[in-house]
């Protein structure tokens, strides 16, 4: 058996090392791997901690801010740092951060798993702790529903592990429905929470438990808040890490009620980021103060939030996942909320980078309803689906006169030079290059 794990991990290292001289992805060496070696991570020497995050929204984010929390405290952290996130991205970076015996060098493994293959993933080696974020209505030609999905996570789930659920999502809660090794992260009531939900659509409308009508206090975005069912007893439970207050104006949140960590980018996305690394640190035994040392005013080096030029106009380009409506949701809030006058590019190009599809329903749940606001000056619909984009628009009851359309990213980034408005581009990482290469990015 030592010399099946020396040669797969030979085998992976030097796959990996010709993929890089190729500007090859981290998945390739993990594939052919497995294709020689097809339960090799049975076999590999875990660190006692192995932290998996799993969800539909923020997996990438959340992991990065992790590591740099224990990086920063002295951990050694082993972890899929360029967010390749099924069974063979997961397997190039186990087997290139073992020794050639097999044996995991570090303190903790740190691991973004894909929603839908942890079911793979986890069938040789089960994590200590699986983080589940969130579960949204996300990419319908691969995910249909998110009931199914929270299906197949449940496939990979055993006692074995602690499973860590965001209190403040339904559908996730339930995942610690009659189970005792789980502990919850979620937000108190906060000053821009509402009382009824305000989306376009309202997944939170009925229980996931018993299908009868649920009961909010308060929702902080989309169907994320403090609810309850009067029929089974489904509620947010108690939780261990807590939003206690946050300012998305002021640039801060406040953790446990003690611990204020500056934002370095005002989103309730970020915060929830923000609280999950946070309460990684303390599972793994880092001081508090550590932690917030390190996640105040952190920027995110995962391409998520990109800062740019266009000719002398400035601009944000946040990455919101096509097919994904509360992803894209939360990016126009961002730009919204911005005190300036601004112009808004929405680009839809290609759906994906990974399948073909040409569907759109997806637009018709994003809340661009948002964007009827003052501060929104211009509106640029761009790329292959400009039109599907305009008919959406055309629902909206936002002014006509202030929605252009462009099929040419090239033609819509010149346009963009002759304005004096800050710039927001919402689009996803299935096109977002397209429009950097033409910008000049801020380093």
């Known amino acids: 058996m030592k010399i099946k794990v020396f040669l797969a991990v030979l085998l ?48 990438t984010s959340t992991v990065e801010m992790i590591a740099r929390v224990l990086t920063k405290s002295g951990v050694k952290v082993a972890y899929n740092r360029e967010g390749s996130n099924q069974i063979e991205g997961v397997t190039t970076f186990l087997l290139c951060a073992c020794s050639l015996s097999g044996k995991v060098r570090s303190d903790v493994v740190l691991m973004e798993s894909d929603e839908r293959y942890a079911r793979h993933t986890f069938r040789y080696f089960k994590p200590t702790q699986l983080i589940i974020t969130n579960l949204y209505r996300d990419q319908l030609t691969r995910n249909g529903h998110p009931e199914w999905v929270y299906d197949v996570i449940s496939e990979c789930i055993d006692d074995s592990m602690e499973l860590i659920l965001n209190a403040d999502d339904p559908l996730v809660s339930k995942f610690g429905k009659d189970r005792k090794n789980v502990r919850y992260f979620g937000a108190d009531r906060l000053s821009f929470d509402t ?67 500056e934002l370095s980018f005002s989103s309730i996305y970020h915060c929830y980021n923000i609280l999950v690394a946070f309460a990684v640190a303390d599972i793994v035994g880092v001081e508090p103060e550590k932690a917030v040392e390190a996640l105040s005013n952190y920027d995110l080096t995962s391409g998520r939030i990109v ?136 380093q």
């Open 12 to 59: 992976c290292k030097t796959l990996r090392f010709g993929a890089k001289l190729f500007g090859r992805g981290s998945s390739l060496p993990g594939q052919l791997t497995l294709k020689v070696f097809p339960d090799i991570l049975k076999y590999i020497e875990l660190p006692k901690k192995v932290i998996a995050v799993t969800g539909s929204s923020g997996k």
């Open 195 to 261: 009382d009824k939900n305000t989306s376009v659509y309202d997944d939170g409308k009925y229980c996931p438990c018993c299908k009868a009508p649920m009961e909010y206090e308060y929702y902080h975005y989309n169907h994320i808040g403090c609810y309850e069912c009067k029929n089974c007893g489904h509620r947010k439970q108690k939780t261990s890490w807590t939003i206690t207050d946050a300012s998305l104006e002021e640039g801060y949140v406040t953790l446990n009620g003690k611990y204020r960590v």
């Open 307 to 442: 800062n740019f030029k266009v000719g002398e106009r400035e601009g944000t380009l946040l990455v919101s996942k096509h097919e994904n409506s509360v992803s894209y949701d939360q990016s126009i809030r961002v730009a919204r909320e911005d005190k300036r006058d601004v112009t808004v590019l929405v680009m839809v190009d290609a759906i994906s980078r990974k399948y073909k599809t040409y569907e759109t329903s997806w637009l018709w749940d994003i809340d661009f309803e948002l964007l009827k606001s003052e501060n929104v000056r211009e509106i640029l619909l761009v790329g292959h689906y400009h039109k599907d984009l305009a008919v959406r628009f055309s629902f909206t009851g936002i002014d006509e006169e202030i929605i252009k359309e462009f099929e040419s990213v090239s033609e819509a980034v010149e346009y963009l030079r002759k304005g004096r408005n800050f710039i927001y581009v919402i689009t996803c990482f299935s096109d977002k290059q397209k429009f950097l290469d033409l910008a000049e990015v801020e």
